[in-house]
C-alpha cells in the first residue's frame, strides 16, 4: 500500500448562498484546491453528496460537476453516505491512491440545501433513517438523535444543560473561522431558552442546514516529490457500518461503527487516543458530540458529556474537537462536512488555523452518516 | 407515493410482526433472513404481542413534510416484552405525562396520508397500557 498525502485544499464559506448553485460552490473549491496543489487535472473526481436528488433534483452530480469544474473526461462519481458521505468520498479516494491504481485525486464534498426550507428539508434528511420502520413514524435525524439523548440523561443522570458546553465551544471556534456560518458566541442561558426542535435536542443543539463545498487534492508520493510547499498525510483511514434503524442496536447509546472506524485507523497509524491532538466529530446535534467522545476512547461510556463540562474540548484542553466551528458552528451542508472536516485538520498541521490554531502535529476527523450507521475516520499527520 | 410499497409491509404495520431465531432464541424486529446477534439463517417469523415500556422518549415539533399537522407529536423507543425495540409515535397520552419505564401497548392508527386524494397509511402506535391490564 502507498503513503497519500494531501497537496491541496479549498472551501467555499458554509451559508445561504441564494445566488450560488451546488455546480457553482463545488467548483470553486475545486479550483482553489488544484491552485494550490499545483496540479491543473486528476485520474479522478469522487463527489460527496447526499441529497442532491431529493433536495434540488439533480442526481448524476459527479459527472455535471468535473464538466463545469474544467475536468470533462476525467472519471467522476457521487459518493451517498447520507451525512457521512464527505468522510466516504475521502476514504474512497485515499484507496484509490493508496491501491496504486490513481496518482492524483479530487475529493468534493457538496450540498446545497437552502432552495428547500423547513418540513421539505426535514423529509430529505429523513431519507438517512430506515424508511420503514423510523421514516414512516415521523421520525428524522433530529427525532432519532432527541431518543439517543433522552436515555442518554436517564442512563446517566444528567440534564438538557449539561450538553450546553459542546454548542458554547462550537460557537467560539466558529468566530475566527471566515469560512464559518455562525461567527457568534452563543451562551449557556441562550442555550437554555432555546427553541426545542425535538425535545430534549434545541435549536442551538442542532448543527444548521446551509450550502457549502469543500474539496481537498490527495496524491501519491512520487507526486508530491516534485512539490516545495509542506504536506498533510494521511496515516489512518477506515470505515464501518451498523444498523440503520436505531431499534436493531444491542446498546443505541454505543456508536458501534464509530468504535469500529476508529479503531481500525488508530490500529493503522499505530497512534492512541491520547496522541490525536485535535479532533473534528461529526456534531449534527450535541449527543453525537458525547457519544463520539466515547466511541472514540477519549472518554469512558458516560463522560463524554463530563469531558465537555470539564472544559476539556476547548482549544486549550486535553481534547480539542470542533475547532473551526464544527457543523454546528462552521454549518452543516451534509454530504460536504466530511470534507470540510479534513480541510480543518489541514489547516491546523499546517499552522494555517490563524487564532484557532492549537499545537497539533495527529488530527482526526470522524464523519458519521444517520445516528452513525456509517461512520468513516481519518487520522492525519502534519509536516513536522 | 406507492400503493404496493405501503401494501407490502402490512404485516409488520399491523401485527407486528417480528422473526425469532431458532438457534439462539433472539426476536427481532420485522422480517430479518440473517440472525442479528448470532448470524444463524435458521429463522421462524413470530408476532410480537405489542406489550412493553418506554424506553427513551422525545417530543417532535420540526416534523418531516407529511406530518406538520401532528406537531409537537411525542414518539418513543418501546422495549418490547419479547425483548426487541420498535420506533413509534405514542398515541392516547399527554406530552407531560410520558417517562422512561411507562408501560405502553400497541395500537393500530392512521399515520400519514398522501394528499386529499392520496393513500391513507395505517400502522401501529403505542399508547400507555390501559389501567386494568396494568
Redesign the interface.
Known sequence: MRKVYITGFGQTRVQEHWGRSARDLATSSILEALERAEVEGADALYVGNALGGELTGQEHIAALIADFAGLTGTEAVRVEAAGGSGGAAVRLGYIAVASGLQNVVIVTGVEKMSDLA???V??A??TSADE?????????P???S???M??YM?EYDCERRDFAPFSVNSHQNAVNNEYAMFRRPITVEAFEKA???????SLLDSAPAADGAATVVLCSEQVVGTRKRATVEIVGSASATD?V????RGN?LFLHAAHESVQGAYAQAGVAPEQIDLFEPHDAFAILSALSLEACGFASEGQGVRLAMEGEIGLGGSIPICTMGGLKGRGYPVGAAGVYQIVEVCQQLLGEAGANQVDAWVGMTQSLGGTGATAVTHILKGPR | MSLARHWRLQDQRYRLMGTQCEECGARMLGRRYICTRCKSRNLQACNLKGQGAVYSYTVVYDAPSGYEGLVPYPAGLVRLDEGPLVAAQLTDVDIEEVYVGMPVEMVTRRLREYGEDGLIVYGYKFRPKLKDQV
Open positions: 423547513g418540513p421539505a426535514e423529509e434528511l429523513a420503514e420502520y423510523e421514516g414512516v413514524q415521523g421520525l428524522s433530529v427525532g432519532l432527541a431518543l439517543l433522552r436515555r436517564h427553541r426545542l426542535v425535538a425535545d430534549p435536542i444498523s434503524a436505531l431499534h436493531d443505541p
